[in-house]
């Protein structure tokens, strides 16, 4: 018999413009609250709570809690790294042993969120259909090229204009080996914007000071940093949509077999 396809049943998640423009939203107050009270601990863990717990009740879909943990360990633990190694410094008080403010996990959380909306959204979705491999060329590469951008800026940060120049070099080559396809050009540019006006944003805030800021307190090789993680991160968000997704598709698929 005819086999017959449930299309009722759930895709890979894709983000509508209400949802996006909904997700920038909680960002913003967020960046509000930053704006106006960093410099309080106490005050900024209180607002970050509330903004997180009326975020989850008013625009949570399958799968967010994933990519807000994603952003705690993931986010999270960059920044303590980095505040390790010296590249930059929070100026706000914090409770945590190193200079990091506790509240910035759950800021963190919410940006991977505010990724996951935009990358899944029309014009940086690409060709749909779950990976054909787990780890393929590109991620391979990448993955390799994002342990060579943090030994470089964890060792070099200090210096002047070295950091810049070898994430540079490291980028074009990279770009010349492996084009990005159309929709990852489209998010890579946007970021290229949206990424350094975002922490310009932060840094005129006084939430944090780089070593050897050139663009308003911001180092060059952050906003090469930017265009090159974005495409880590679709590719790895991409795969977990579909991780996420993939045993109610499946299940639905033997359903609906010669009914």
């Given at each position: 018999?005819?086999?017959?396809?449930?299309?009722s049943e759930p895709r890979a998640y894709q983000t509508t413009l209400s949802e996006l423009l909904s997700e920038t939203a909680?960002?913003?107050?967020?960046?509000?609250?930053?704006?106006?009270?960093?410099?309080?601990?106490?005050?900024?863990?209180?607002?970050?709570?509330?903004?997180?717990?009326?975020?989850?009740?008013?625009?949570?879909?399958?799968?967010?809690?994933?990519?807000?943990?994603?952003?705690?360990?993931?986010?999270?633990?960059?920044?303590?790294?980095?505040?390790?190694?010296?590249?930059?410094?929070?100026?706000?008080?914090?409770?945590?042993?190193?200079?990091?403010?506790?509240?910035?996990?759950?800021?963190?959380?919410?940006?991977?969120?505010?990724?996951?909306?935009?990358?899944?959204?029309?014009?940086?979705?690409?060709?749909?259909?779950?990976?054909?491999?787990?780890?393929?060329?590109?991620?391979?590469?990448?993955?390799?090229?994002?342990?060579?951008?943090?030994?470089?800026?964890?060792?070099?940060?200090?210096?002047?204009?070295?950091?810049?120049?070898?994430?540079?070099?490291?980028?074009?080559?990279?770009?010349?080996?492996?084009?990005?396809?159309?929709?990852?050009?489209?998010?890579?540019?946007?970021?290229?914007?949206?990424?350094?006006?975002?922490?310009?944003?932060?840094?005129?805030?006084?939430?944090?000071?780089?070593?050897?800021?050139?663009?308003?307190?911001?180092?060059?090789?952050?906003?090469?940093?930017?265009?090159?993680?974005?495409?880590?991160?679709?590719?790895?968000?991409?795969?977990?949509?579909?991780?996420?997704?993939?045993?109610?598709?499946?299940?639905?698929?033997?359903?609906?077999?010669?009914?």
């Amino acid at each position: 018999m005819e086999e017959i396809i449930d299309k009722s049943e759930p895709r890979a998640y894709q983000t509508t413009l209400s949802e996006l423009l909904s997700e920038t939203a909680v960002l913003l107050l967020a960046t509000l609250a930053i704006y106006f009270f960093f410099q309080n601990t106490k005050v900024m863990s209180v607002a970050f709570i509330l903004i997180i717990v009326f975020r989850f009740l008013l625009l949570n879909r399958k799968g967010d809690v994933v990519f807000f943990l994603m952003g705690l360990v993931l986010g999270g633990g960059n920044d303590l790294m980095s505040m390790w190694k010296g590249v930059y410094y929070y100026t706000p008080a914090t409770i945590l042993p190193v200079p990091i403010p506790v509240w910035m996990l759950l800021f963190w959380g919410e940006v991977f969120v505010f990724f996951r909306r935009l990358m899944r959204y029309g014009p940086f979705l690409g060709s749909e259909g779950p990976p054909k491999r787990l780890l393929d060329l590109p991620l391979g590469f990448d993955i390799v090229l994002y342990v060579i951008y943090r030994m470089i800026i964890y060792r070099y940060a200090s210096e002047p204009w070295l950091p810049d120049a070898l994430y540079a070099g490291i980028l074009v080559v990279r770009l010349l080996l492996l084009p990005p396809t159309a929709n990852e050009r489209k998010l890579m540019l946007t970021l290229l914007f949206l990424g350094p006006v975002y922490e310009i944003v932060l840094i005129r805030c006084g939430l944090y000071v780089y070593q050897n800021g050139f663009i308003m307190g911001l180092p060059l090789w952050l906003i090469i940093w930017w265009v090159f993680i974005i495409r880590v991160f679709k590719a790895i968000t991409d795969r977990t949509e579909y991780a996420i997704f993939s045993k109610n598709s499946t299940q639905g698929l033997e359903k609906s077999r010669k009914r």
